[in-house]
């Protein structure tokens, strides 16, 4: 079975910037879509972006579009989350998953499996 592991977050003020990253081990991502979400406190998980198999299709949600970039480097097995102009509401942990298939979309159910976060705070 497929194993995600994210990694990079952290602290940081609001303007800085983090890049995330997500290890798949066990399970080639080469022929999938992934993606990244973040669950904040008391909120429910949400979509933030996503990237199809070979990495020419990605979209991001409104809140981070223009900061966020989501890309992949497939011979690494590796997917990068690049965050900058960080707001104190991109405060969550952040999710990596894998999709089921080539592409996807913003839907949790088209998702497989599944890292165990990374926590990003942003501090005002």
């Known amino acids: 079975q497929g194993q995600l592991v994210e990694s990079g977050g952290g602290l940081v003020q609001a303007g800085g910037s983090l890049r995330l990253s997500c290890a798949a081990s066990?399970?080639?991502?080469?022929?999938?879509?992934m993606g990244w979400f973040r669950q904040a406190p008391g909120k429910e998980r949400e979509f933030v972006a996503r990237i199809s198999w070979n990495g020419g299709e990605m979209y991001y949600s409104d809140s981070v579009k223009g900061r966020f970039t989501i890309s992949r480097d497939n011979a690494k097995n590796t997917v990068y989350l690049q965050m900058n102009s960080l707001k104190p509401e991109d405060t969550a942990v952040y999710y990596c998953?894998?999709?089921?298939?080539?592409?996807?979309?913003?839907?949790?159910?088209?998702?497989?499996?599944w890292g165990q976060g990374t926590q990003v705070t942003v501090s005002s």
């Open positions: 066990g399970r080639t991502i080469n022929r999938y879509a």
């Open positions: 998953a894998s999709a089921r298939g080539a592409f996807s979309t913003r839907l949790i159910g088209q998702y497989e499996y």
